[in-house]
Nanobody
Framework: QVQLVESGGDSVQPGGSLKLSCSASTSAYKIPNSPCMGWFRQVPGQVREGVAIILSVGGRTMYDNYADSVKGRFTISQKHSNITLQMNSLKSEDTAMYYC??????????????????WGQGTQVTVSS
């Protein structure tokens, strides 16, 4: 079983910054290889949207990808089973519950995470003046 814990959500004004963190832990006897991890967000009544994903091995980013709506503003980083999401130039439309996701093995894509990932409980980000 894998557990994910997010932190860092808060209320900020438009143009502000926030940094979200997520840590994945497992009780498995054999520690899995670095997982593909990512951030999704969801507004009530809407589909959960992929924000950013990453796969790093030995501190080297092998792959990352971002939603068009956050490119140039958000940066995802990973150290083994821990990821962060640095969010700059926040907009009101970034307001959502942000969820951390992790999947071990297989493709590292938004679709793969959405279908097979372990999920955290979410952390709320509110951007409002």
């Amino acid at each position: 079983q894998v557990q994910l814990v997010e932190s860092g959500g808060d209320s900020v004004q438009p143009g502000g910054s926030l940094k979200l963190s997520c840590s994945a832990s497992t009780s498995a006897y054999k520690i899995p290889n670095s997982p593909c991890m990512g951030w999704f967000r969801q507004v009530p009544g809407q589909v959960r949207e992929g924000v950013a994903i990453i796969l790093s091995v030995g501190g080297r980013t092998m792959y990352d990808n971002y939603a068009d709506s956050v490119k140039g503003r958000f940066t995802i980083s990973q150290k083994h089973s821990n990821i962060t999401l640095q969010m700059n130039s926040l907009k009101s439309e970034d307001t959502a519950m942000y969820y951390c996701a992790a999947v071990y093995g297989g493709d590292c894509t938004f679709s793969s995470l959405r279908a097979r990932a372990y999920w955290g409980q979410g952390t709320q980000v509110t951007v409002s003046s």
